[in-house]
């Protein structure tokens, strides 16, 4: 028998890396840096945090050929925590559902005017939430905020 994951595990194992170690992130945040932002244009922390949490249904709704579902900004980072939560099991079930002939299909992400597999669109959410998770870790560092490693290394 094989250890070898499959290439929808790989994919998944990849984002809850990330995820994981986002959501352990904004568990240290308290609500006296919700509305703090490093330039006047920025977003803020309650704002990043909701941006992260949202946008892997921008990459879905291409997958799936639909509109964005995009949940109004919280008030607090309670609620943005919350939110993070609902949306991580939501998009963990969604990425676990996907079997490894769906990666392959072709997608058209018509805001980037690409098509490619699936697979490539889910490497795509993994890296924008990676990067966003780098910037929210700055923004930890400016607020006197603890961060964890990078990444979850138990997934």
């Known amino acids: 028998m094989s250890n070898a994951l499959t290439q929808t595990q790989q994919v998944l194992k990849r984002w809850r890396m990330h995820r994981n170690a986002l959501i352990e992130l904004a568990a240290n945040f308290s609500e006296s840096g919700a509305s703090w932002r ?9 704002e ?28 607090t980072i309670e609620e943005a925590r919350k939110l993070l939560d609902e949306l991580t099991k939501e998009h963990e ?14 997608v058209t992400i018509k805001a ?20 966003h998770k ?14 964890p490693f990078y990444v979850d290394l138990s997934v």
């Open 112 to 131: 980037f005017n690409i098509t490619e597999p699936v697979v490539e669109v889910l490497h795509r959410l993994i890296g924008h939430e990676a990067h």
């Open 48 to 75: 990043l945090i909701h941006h992260i949490a949202w946008t892997p249904d921008f990459f879905f709704a291409a997958i799936e050929g639909r509109d964005m579902n995009i949940p109004p900004v919280p008030a």
């Open 38 to 46: 490093p330039w006047s244009d920025g977003m803020s922390t309650l």
């Open 93 to 106: 079930a969604k990425l676990a559902a996907y079997t490894d002939s769906d990666l392959q299909k072709e």
């Open 134 to 147: 780098g910037q929210l870790v700055i923004y930890a560092r400016m607020l006197n905020v603890e961060s």
